[in-house]
């Protein structure tokens, strides 16, 4: 489990691409060293991955064909950055909201306003996602727990504040971006019941 409290933006030092099978080698700071090991789960742009080797500060992961066709994972080049979150402990606080590290989808960005001291990032809204986004729910984008703040016929908007934009990647973020995006597992669950329910009862 993660909060989507990104912990800090990391470049990628080697990717080695074999058929179907990807492994990503990064150096994490060493605050995030400490505990790591083989086995553990570790978030990079949202996206739970398992550590395969520890030398130092050098971490691999190794990224399967499925997450790769799902995540933006793939467009990943040495010397990208990507988000990194550790997976949260018992006990820790849950800064932002519960992230199973299980993206949906890739969203792009389709426009970014910047009025003095802000950030508005407005992401595409397609069909898939549509009845689980509104105003003020949660969302995973990138790994980033972030409030919806505006919701429209074909895109919907966050607000960035100064401090994720610092330690994200979303400071480089650009129109055209694809960001992962992992939709609140609660209102998922919500929204699925009420419509198999609602099916059922048409089929009375």
């Known amino acids: 489990m993660f909060t989507g409290i990104v912990q800090t933006a990391v470049q990628i030092d080697r990717i080695q691409k074999q058929t179907g099978l990807w492994t990503l080698t990064l150096s994490l700071p060493d605050n995030l060293i400490p505990g790591l090991t083989l086995g553990a789960s ?63 989808s890739v969203v792009r960005v389709v426009d970014i306003e910047r009025p003095e001291n802000n950030c508005i990032v407005w992401f595409e809204l397609t069909d898939a996602i549509k009845p689980y986004v509104f105003d003020k729910g949660y969302i995973g984008l990138n790994g980033c727990s972030l409030t919806i703040a505006e919701v429209r016929q074909d895109r919907f908007c966050v607000y960035l504040i100064p401090e994720t934009l610092n330690i994200t990647t979303y400071k480089n973020v650009q129109v055209g971006d694809g960001i992962n995006l992992e939709i609140d597992s609660h209102i998922q669950a919500v929204v699925d019941t009420v419509e198999r329910l609602l099916k059922q009862k048409q089929l009375v």
């Open 42 to 104: 570790v978030a990079l742009n949202g996206t739970c991955l398992t550590v395969t080797s520890i030398s130092g500060n050098q971490v691999t992961f190794d990224v399967m064909m499925a997450s790769l066709k799902l995540t933006n994972l793939q467009s990943l080049s040495e010397g990208s950055y990507v988000n990194v979150e550790r997976a949260a402990k018992f006990g820790d606080d849950i800064g932002g909201h519960q992230l199973s590290g299980h993206v949906h």
